[in-house]
T-cell receptor, first 110, second 116 residues
Framework: DQQVKQNSPSLSVQEGRISILNCDYTNSMFDYFLWYKKYPAEGPTFLISISSIKDKNEDGRFTVFLNKSAKHLSLHIVPSQPGDSAVYFCAANAGNMLTFGGGTRLMVKP | NAGVMQNPRHLVRRRGQEARLRCSPMKGHSHVYWYRQLPEEGLKFMVYLQKENIIDESGMPKERFSAEFPKEGPSILRIQQVVRGDSAAYFC??????????????FGSGTQLSVL
């Protein structure tokens, strides 16, 4: 039973354009959502987060949107850069653990 | 300012052998989490430990898997009598405080376990 889903396994975007990564969840007990970025042979690194009481959080080129009624969150990267090419995981928190989605591989073409 | 250190980076075991994975948390962090990533899947929570205590092991398989975080030394994830299905990347994360809501987890680079 996947409580956090990232339905797009991959996304290709041109440099300078917007990247939009999507994530859906089913558990209404999740109270905090995070995005992690992962390069090959490295561990995930924290990117940005949002509390369930907010609908938007922005940090530089990265913005996370949360739609609680739709149980949907998205990560916007603008403008996209080649160095953003990585696998992006959304994660949701309830209690002691993070539940991760399956990841979306983003490729930003120069 | 070392981050979360995991070793070994790669571990090869034959079926039936034991695998021991080590994790040293970031300096000042007393909370350790273990996650497993199977090929083409996301990270799955296994266990959450504080020094000398297992706080939540709801993601740990009931048999063959155990974890500890002693007062001194690294956290150890131990897999006895490994099977091919145990082949995965095992990630350790640490935090200063409890849970992931207010504290961001810092992940190590992982141990890639391959069972022949």
């Amino acid at each position: 039973d996947q409580q956090v889903k990232q339905n797009s396994p991959s996304l290709s975007v041109q440099e300078g354009r917007i990247s939009i990564l999507n994530c859906d969840y089913t558990n209404s007990m999740f109270d905090y959502f995070l995005w992690y970025k992962k390069y090959p042979a490295e561990g995930p690194t924290f990117l940005i987060s949002i509390s369930s009481i907010k609908d938007k959080n922005e940090d530089g080129r990265f913005t996370v949107f949360l739609n609680k009624s739709a149980k949907h969150l998205s990560l916007h990267i603008v403008p996209s850069q080649p160095g953003d090419s990585a696998v992006y995981f959304c994660a949701a928190n309830a209690g002691n653990m993070l539940t991760f989605g399956g990841g979306t591989r983003l490729m930003v073409k120069p | 300012n070392a981050g979360v250190m995991q070793n070994p980076r790669h571990l090869v075991r034959r079926r039936g052998q034991e695998a021991r994975l080590r994790c040293s948390p970031m300096k000042g962090h007393s909370h350790v989490y273990w996650y497993r990533q199977l090929p083409e899947e996301g990270l799955k929570f296994m266990v959450y430990l504080q020094k000398e205590n297992i706080i939540d092991e709801s993601g740990m398989p009931k048999e063959r898997f155990s974890a500890e975080f002693p007062k001194e030394g690294p956290s150890i994830l131990r897999i006895q009598q490994v099977v091919r299905g145990d082949s995965a990347a095992y990630f350790c994360a640490s935090s200063r405080g409890r849970g992931a809501t207010n504290e961001k987890l810092f992940f190590g680079s992982g141990t890639q376990l391959s069972v022949l």
